[in-house]
């Protein structure tokens, strides 16, 4: 009688708050996006979110370009906008600044009308305002929960895009300006007569204008991602894309082209590529010759030369020799022991258009070390500009050290950690089938192909015995460096200070955990209103914040990255400290980051829950994950004392509808799945009862 009264009270108040029926407030996109310029002064240093953050709210406005190409789902999402979302840009129909946003559906598939949406569609949707924000982007987003094609008003062209130049995003002499660029988050602008440079391999790249101002190029598209990025030096007549609001480390301020046709060619410059050296290891005495395959797509390559100097003195000019059609080639005389060599190349064209390998020469040069030894690990690794890259790349090399971390401590699939001795630059990653049999202390000489991946230092193709030998096993390793959070900080890749510790043991002493996510708020990774990629914040005595990734390690600690943690020890928390935190010192996602190992890299470790043995559980049952949900859920509840537990589910008429559990459980933490897909769209409650103990939560199934 007792639960029928609850369950019947439960149906009255979730009426009375309209839920099948509720009204929400049509307000415009600018409602949405604006905010108070001066609470805007620093770029990407506050958390200022939208003033309707998390309400949901209906909205008018014009499709500016499909959630597919062609309109078409067979053809794949035209936007990557993550979280396994498909989205588009929304505009305002007559405002022009504090105008665009972005939309986006979770499980698209599910919604064909979605699918089928096409530029100058005119809708009226409803949507939860969320302010998408971690330490490498924010963005502002609508999130629709349905699309029934019942939402379309409308048909037209749709707008021209803004007339913009980059200092309409940037103030003169500062590369970020938050404040400029805010009000053209999600609008799609124009901009004129750049050129292009530092292109990168994922189909990036930036542009800069008259006034030496730069932007990034980013590769949300389909279009651009991995491919269609113009080589550095191409002239633009323009430019056009939807502006994003970016960290400094993963490119700043950034205009995303969706088709190829927003990026209007005006001239190309050469084209340097397959720039090779004849010696790979380079001992005193030894010339160097440098070839590269050089050609002007529109016209003639006028000259191509290559600058060279020694233990960054002064360039010396070389002019290249035109031996074939496309090939070029110069010679870098022999120099003593020692000593390092930089170079980069640059051609001209009939139109005057000039090219340069590696376009950004501050921060990236090709070099080689004069070595009268064998090479170390530390040779490998060692990039001095900044820009990431080993002075032998695309090489066989052979190096020897000892495994630091093996595929148990960090189970990425078969690639291990080996390092030479201590200091910078001393670790290295190799990839292939054979490290599989590789166990932390184990000396090994390894042979294989030195490759930059996503801005880590690899030696690959370790596949054959005859590319590994052990040596010997059970090597003590080498002792952890002693580092500060201050040293890694968030600096971006490639910076020499934070580059000479990748791949190496390191420390920090007296630490503390200032974020239990380094990407979104506390609790698990629920896209697209909450992001947990089990990374967290920690600082020392510094008190500078650094990253530490979680879920990867072979120990118990997390930071609730999924809802089935909820009740497992051992979950990091704001203010926990450690005397030692010991890992390998990482680069992925545009982050420096470390990986601790085992539980034995947490060296004394202070939070509320130290084991399982130790944890006194409460009566509790949580919230459901996901919610809402289509088709199955998780529900998590935890007992304190062993006793039988009954797990039932209610619809919304208090008509019981599942069992889910219906046995004798011992204390602890507990996980059961729900699958819903024999029921219908609606409301349900699920109720516990154990020892006395009742409570009844509220999940929806949308289908």
């Not at 919604?111 to 100058?120: E, K, N, T, V």
């Not at 969706?258 to 590529?273: A, E, G, R, Y």
């Not at 599989?436 to 880590?456: R, S, Y």
């Amino acid at each position: 009688m007792r639960t029928k009264l609850f369950l019947m009270f439960a149906v009255m108040f979730i009426l009375s708050m309209n839920v099948f029926a509720q009204v929400y407030p049509e307000v415009s996109i600018r409602d949405i996006q604006y905010q108070n310029p001066d609470s805007l002064l620093v770029y990407f240093t506050d958390d200022k979110a939208p003033s309707l953050n998390l309400d949901t709210v209906v909205v008018t406005g014009i499709v500016m370009m499909p959630p597919y190409k062609a309109a078409d789902p067979d053809s794949g999402v035209l936007m990557y906008v993550g979280g396994g979302s498909a989205g588009f840009y929304l505009q305002d129909t007559t405002e022009i600044d504090w105008s665009g946003l972005l939309v986006l559906i979770e499980n698209a598939s599910s919604y064909p009308a979605f699918a089928l949406l096409d530029s100058g569609t005119v809708i009226t949707v409803t949507g939860r305002v969320y302010e998408y924000a971690t330490t490498t982007q924010k963005t502002t987003e609508l999130i629709l929960t349905d699309f029934t094609g019942n939402e379309v008003i409308d048909f037209k062209t749709r707008p021209q895009p803004v007339e913009l130049t980059i200092d309409s995003l940037k103030v003169l002499g500062s590369d970020e300006n938050k404040a400029i660029a805010e009000k053209w988050e999600g609008a799609y602008v124009i901009i004129r007569n750049v050129t292009t440079f530092n292109r990168n391999t994922s189909g990036g790249f930036y542009i800069f204008d008259s006034n030496n101002l730069t932007l990034n190029v980013g590769t949300k598209s389909n279009y651009y991602y991995q491919q269609n990025a113009p080589a550095d030096g191409t002239v633009l007549e323009y430019i056009r894309g939807y502006i994003e609001t970016r960290s400094a480390g993963s490119g700043g301020i950034t205009i995303n082209p969706s088709f190829t046709s927003d990026v209007k060619v005006s001239q190309l410059p050469p084209s340097i590529t397959n720039i090779t050296r004849d010696q790979v290891l380079v001992t005193p005495g030894q010339n160097v010759t440098v070839t590269a395959n050089i050609k002007d797509p529109d016209g003639t390559v006028a000259n191509a030369k290559l600058y060279w100097r020694k233990n960054s003195g002064t360039n010396v000019e070389v002019a290249m020799t035109n031996l074939t059609d496309t090939t070029f080639q110069a010679v870098i005389p022999s120099q003593p022991d020692s000593c390092i060599i930089d170079y980069f190349l640059q051609a001209t064209d009939n139109q005057s258009n000039t090219a340069t390998t590696p376009s950004d020469t501050a921060r990236s040069r090709y070099f080689y070390l004069v070595l009268d030894r064998s090479l170390t690990i530390q040779d490998v690794q060692y990039s001095p500009f900044g820009g990431g890259y080993s002075a032998y790349n695309n090489y066989e090399v052979t190096v020897s050290g000892i495994v630091t971390a093996d595929t148990s401590d960090i189970p990425l699939g078969a690639q291990v950690i080996i390092q030479n001795g201590t200091g910078p630059w001393s670790g290295i990653r190799i990839n292939g089938t054979e490290t599989l049999l590789l166990n932390k202390g184990d000396d090994v000489t390894v042979t294989g192909t030195v490759i930059d991946n996503f801005g880590f230092t690899n030696i690959t193709g370790i596949n054959s015995p005859s590319n590994i030998t052990v040596n010997s096993t059970g090597n003590p390793l080498p002792v952890p460096q002693s580092i500060s959070t201050a040293d890694i900080s968030n600096k971006i890749g490639g910076s020499v200070s934070a580059e000479q510790w990748e791949g190496v043991l390191v420390k920090y002493s007296d630490v503390t955990v200032t974020d239990e996510n380094a990407d979104g708020g506390a609790g698990p990774y629920v896209p697209p209103t909450n992001y947990n990629y089990g990374e967290i914040l920690i600082a020392d005595t510094s008190t500078v914040n650094t990253r530490v990734e979680l879920q990867d390690g072979n120990h118990q600690y997390h930071n609730f990255w999924d809802a089935s943690l909820e009740f497992v020890p051992i979950r990091v928390l704001v203010g926990d400290s450690m005397d030692e935190l010991i890992g390998i010192m990482y680069y992925t996602f545009y982050n420096y980051k470390l990986f601790p190992r085992t539980d034995a890299d947490f060296v004394n470790y202070v939070t509320d829950v130290e084991d399982d043995a130790n944890t006194i559980y409460e009566y509790k049952l949580a919230q459901n994950y996901p919610n809402p949900f289509n088709p199955s859920t998780k529900i998590n509840y935890s007992i304190q004392t062993e006793g039988l537990v009954t797990l039932k589910v209610f619809n919304i008429l208090g008509q019981e509808v599942a069992t889910l559990v219906n046995d004798f459980k011992a204390a602890g933490a507990h996980t059961v799945n729900f699958d819903a897909t024999k029921l219908s769209s609606g409301i349900y409650l699920y109720k516990i009862d154990s020892n006395g103990f009742t409570q009844i939560k509220k999940m929806m199934l949308v289908k």
